[in-house]
Nanobody, 114 residues
Framework: VQLQASGGGLAQPGGSLGLSCKASGMNFGISAMDWYRQAPGNQRILVARITSGGSTNYLDSVKERFSISRNNARRTLYLQMNSLKPEDTAVYFC?????????WGQGTLVTVSS
């Protein structure tokens, strides 16, 4: 299993960014997929999750601002981030637990700063 994340970069407060995560080596359509983030000096935390059926849940601080989605035909996970705040600055990781193992993407840096 490989998860290849892309996107991220620098955004101003109030701006938007999108992340993508391409999966390979797994049956993508049957797996719940997650986005986590880790800010400097902090633990990695769950930001958003989408089940195989498309149900979603979010970290309270990103609700109404972030949107997780998936395209099973493209084996790709997405995270659309709007109304970004400086506290959203972190390295973002895609993740899945597949066949009882945890798999992580390589992480992509999101910096929100004026």
């Amino acid at each position: 299993v490989q998860l290849q994340a892309s996107g991220g970069g620098l955004a101003q407060p109030g701006g938007s960014l999108g992340l993508s995560c391409k999966a390979s080596g797994m049956n993508f359509g049957i797996s719940a997929m997650d986005w986590y983030r880790q800010a400097p000096g902090n633990q990695r935390i769950l930001v958003a999750r989408i089940t195989s059926g498309g149900s979603t849940n979010y970290l309270d601080s990103v609700k109404e601002r972030f949107s997780i989605s998936r395209n099973n035909a493209r084996r790709t996970l997405y995270l659309q981030m709007n109304s970004l705040k400086p506290e959203d600055t972190a390295v973002y990781f895609c993740h899945t637990n597949y066949a009882s193992r945890d798999y992580w993407g390589q992480g992509t840096l999101v910096t929100v700063s004026s």
